[in-house]
């Protein structure tokens, strides 16, 4: 009997494209979750990225299309799409009234985001960290994005005066949100406010 058509206990290493048995535990069930953490096969394949603020920075309200905060775009063209894992904000001045933040975004076939502000260096950081991987998105500080709109919330707004200042937030957003070519996500605001934001995403080819 061949070795494949039993079980392993244990972890397994193999390279891609290689056959391997599947894996088990030591009472004999059939191991089908996730040895790691979710997303640490993409970071080890360096197809995921992680895009920061590298200075605390105002974020423009409402749904302004002269935006600032942190941007991430998928130019026209591009040969992947941006498949969105999570995103963060944390406040670093109190807002003066209540600040709801979100994901906000869009998309255009014809119109590209100008890039008014690219990201500080380290700028796009691609995983494991010292990966020399390019990635294809764009992150900017400051742009001009075609009219975007509310897609996913981050944090309920609060005003300093009233509430202790709320915990940083990391939303799983688990690849729900897809950014393809000429796409865009930026941190949004309801009202003014400062701080730092991320993104994490993983680029994966678009097949015909």
């Known amino acids: 009997m ?28 059939q191991i089908v979750s996730d040895a790691h953490g979710r997303y640490a096969e993409a970071s ?16 423009s309200v409402a749904l302004a299309t ?55 260096a380290p700028g796009i950081q691609s995983m494991p960290l010292g990966n020399q991987a390019k990635s294809s998105a764009n992150a900017d500080a400051a742009a001009t994005i075609p009219t975007p709109g509310y897609i996913w919330p981050l944090k309920g707004g609060f005003t300093a005066a009233a509430l202790p200042a709320p915990a940083v937030e990391w939303v799983d ?19 003014a406010v400062t701080g730092f934001g991320a993104f994490a995403w993983e680029e994966v080819p678009i097949l015909a």
Do not use: W
Not at 5 to 25: E, H, I, K, N, Q
Not at 46 to 57: K, P
Not at 75 to 100: D, H, M, Q, R, Y
């Open 66 to 120: 002269v935006y600032t905060g942190l941007c991430i775009s998928n130019p026209l063209g591009s040969k992947v799409n941006l498949e969105l894992v999570g995103a963060g904000f944390c406040l670093t001045v109190a807002p003066a009234a209540i600040a709801s933040l979100h994901i906000i975004g869009g998309a255009s076939p014809n119109t590209q985001v100008v890039h008014t502000t690219p990201l500080a």
């Open 2 to 29: 061949s070795d494949l058509s039993l079980m392993r206990v244990g972890p397994t290493y193999g390279g891609s494209g290689t056959a391997s048995p599947f894996r088990g535990d030591i009472t004999g069930a």
């Open 44 to 59: 080890r394949r360096g197809s995921l990225f992680i895009a920061h603020n590298t200075a605390a920075q105002a974020v």
């Open 173 to 191: 957003v688990a690849g729900i949100i897809t950014v393809g070519p000429g796409g865009f996500v930026c941190i949004g605001a309801l009202t």
